[in-house]
């Protein structure tokens, strides 16, 4: 069976000592899965990754910063750089995610920064890629996403290109105003971006797991993963009871299973 991925970003919602008993629950009540059968990853916000360190076993619950910095240090206030996350033992990080890109204004450029420093500090690179409404309905999508995975992933490697991965998550789709995209069109967009990780990286691109995240629930969880090109499911707010998320997980692999993955 191939390894699932499984993450939850927890943007700007809880606070240390939620965080801590999330993980907690969390962990216990996944534990008893096979790690490897899937990979569960988590992404408190900054204040909260030293505690999260702390209750997390990092055989279970992989944790990881929501942004950094690409600058090794300097005059950059309220930023934070990719020694200070590495000094607290993290081995993840994401970039690029929706919000940063749109409520935020950080532009492909800066994402391939980024992608360069977090890669070079040996971590695992989370990018978020998606078009926006608008773009979709120009019929603009492949293009978006192949300009997005092309200038942030170009300073990747055949050394570094096992470091990456890649969360498809359209900005429609996205947060409690979003609409969760159909398989028909996740699967159809997972496969354009296997396809342009290939032009870009060859047959390593086959090592580089690619996330369906947006609105992903107890109701898509299923026929979204069981889709031939969907690696994982990065999953916001029906992750955020570990409750729900660990049923979801288990539900999900039954059906990834059943498809034969
Ligand atoms: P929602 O699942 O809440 O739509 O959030 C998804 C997300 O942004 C994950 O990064």
């Given amino acids: 069976m191939k390894k699932l991925y499984f993450g939850s970003n927890l943007k700007m919602y809880k606070t240390p000592t939620e965080t801590e008993l999330y993980l907690q629950d969390l962990q216990e009540r996944t534990k008893d899965i096979s790690r ?8 408190p916000s900054f204040v909260c990754l030293e ?13 990881g910063a929501q942004t950094l910095h690409w600058e090794e240090e300097g005059q950059f206030t309220g930023e934070v750089s990719a020694r200070m996350i590495e000094d607290l033992g993290l081995t993840m990080v994401m970039v690029g ?8 204004g950080e532009t492909d450029a800066e994402e391939a920064k980024r992608v360069q420093t977090a890669l070079q500090h040996g971590f695992i ?9 608008e773009e979709k309905e120009m019929d603009a999508t492949e293009d978006v996403l192949r300009e997005q995975l092309k200038v942030g ?7 570094t290109v096992g470091q990456v991965r890649v969360a498809y ?7 409690v105003n979003g609409t969760p995209a159909s398989a028909e069109y996740a699967g159809k ?8 990780l290939e032009e870009l990286f060859g047959e390593a691109a086959a090592g580089i797991p690619v996330l369906y995240g947006g609105s992903v629930n107890p109701d898509n969880a299923c026929d979204l993963i069981a889709l ?3 690696d994982g499911l990065y999953v916001g707010r029906a992750a955020w009871d570990a409750e729900k998320f660990d049923r979801l997980i288990r539900e999900a692999m039954v059906k990834a299973k059943e498809a034969g993955k």
Avoid at 125 to 133: D, F, V
């Fill in 36 to 43: 490897e059968e899937i990979e569960l990853f988590i992404l």
């Fill in 51 to 63: 505690r999260a360190m702390h209750v997390t076993d990092a055989d279970l619950i992989r944790i």
């Fill in 97 to 104: 995610h929706s919000e940063r890109r749109h409520v935020f």
């Fill in 125 to 133: 690179t989370l990018l978020c890629i998606g078009e926006t409404a």
């Fill in 153 to 159: 992933l170009s300073s990747v490697t055949p050394e």
């Fill in 169 to 175: 998550e359209p900005v429609w789709s996205i947060g």
């Fill in 189 to 196: 967009v997972h496969a354009t971006i296997k396809k342009i």
């Fill in 228 to 230: 031939p090109a969907v």
